[in-house]
């Protein structure tokens, strides 16, 4: 490997290390706290880190306009990262972030209507294939999967929608980081509220449920997006988003190792083959040289 791409080769390993075991991570959260508040509470905490280093660097820290951020946020922070520690509630750390990471392929399917992007290549086989492996998880012969599969479904599909929604209404010359911050903010301000609502207030502070908060707005939130924004900018972004599909490997075998949820053989066999059909998406991306299909670093 050439020097210049062994660095941002690292950091991409390093964020798909720190994105897959927060996986188990947040599951163990789930113990101490309701899922939308400690959701409300990761955004909201990666929020003030972000600002902390955008005001270091001296970075613009001005408000998007409303009508694109106020959107953004409630798409990317809200309903993905909300859909995404709710369905941990309901269920297993590995298969939700199998589910969750099926954000490619609704991606794909997003992209035909709303971006003029045309189904083609490999994308057709791999929704063929992750279609198959969600009837294997599913298993709707046995009528089980419930609130926690749907949720999942959910978290992916609004993490797809935020891509569409950011690749077709940004602005010019707005800077990466400052729309990241101030989605967040709006966004897990809105998680706060709902989290207020619909769920009782449940916070038991322990060390380990603040370690997992501590990992969930550092590492998992502000430190991902900075080593997501170098990685993207020194790679091709079909290697970059390819190279992220070690995450959920990560979260799976992590949830297997250390909380006990191994897979069985037709539940293993649905997750191989939504990997496989993801892996088809990211060549697909890495032949053309498009957009990396993960544009986004919340998990």
């Known amino acids: 490997m050439r020097h210049s791409s062994f660095l941002p080769s690292l950091a991409l390993l390093l964020l798909s290390l720190i994105w897959g075991y927060n996986w188990v991570v947040m599951k163990g959260a789930l113990t101490h706290s309701s899922p939308l508040l400690f959701a409300a509470m990761r955004v909201l905490g990666g929020t003030i880190v972000l600002f902390l280093i955008l005001g270091l660097f001296h970075r613009p820290l001005v408000l998007p306009p409303i009508r694109f951020i106020l959107p953004l946020g409630l798409l990317q922070s809200t309903g993905f990262v909300g859909c995404t520690l709710w369905a941990l509630e309901y269920g297993g750390a590995g298969k939700t972030a199998i589910l969750v990471y099926m954000m490619p392929l609704w991606l794909v399917l997003l992209a035909a209507p709303f971006l003029g992007e045309r189904i083609h290549g490999l994308q057709g086989p791999a929704l063929i294939l992750a279609f198959l492996g969600l009837l294997l998880i599913l298993e709707p012969w046995h009528l089980h999967g419930g609130r926690g599969v749907v949720l999942a479904l959910l978290s992916g599909f609004f993490w797809a929608a935020s891509a569409v929604w ?112 993801m892996v088809l998406v990211a060549w697909q991306h890495l032949k053309g040289r498009e957009d990396p299909p993960f544009p986004s670093a919340q998990e």
């Open 166 to 277: 950011q690749k077709k209404k940004t602005p010019k010359g707005l800077d990466l980081l400052d729309v990241t911050a101030w989605q967040m903010l709006l966004g897990g301000g809105v998680l706060l509220v709902l989290a207020l609502i619909i769920e009782p207030w449940r916070i038991d502070w322990t060390a380990g449920f603040a370690a997992a908060l501590f990992y969930n707005a550092v590492p998992g939130n502000a430190l991902a997006w900075l080593l997501w924004v170098y990685a993207l900018h020194r790679l091709p972004s079909g290697v970059a988003g390819m190279g992220t599909l070690l995450a959920p490997a990560v979260g799976i075998l992590s949830a297997w190792v250390q909380l006990g949820e191994r897979p069985g053989t037709i539940e293993g066999s649905g997750m191989g083959l939504i990997f496989l059909a």
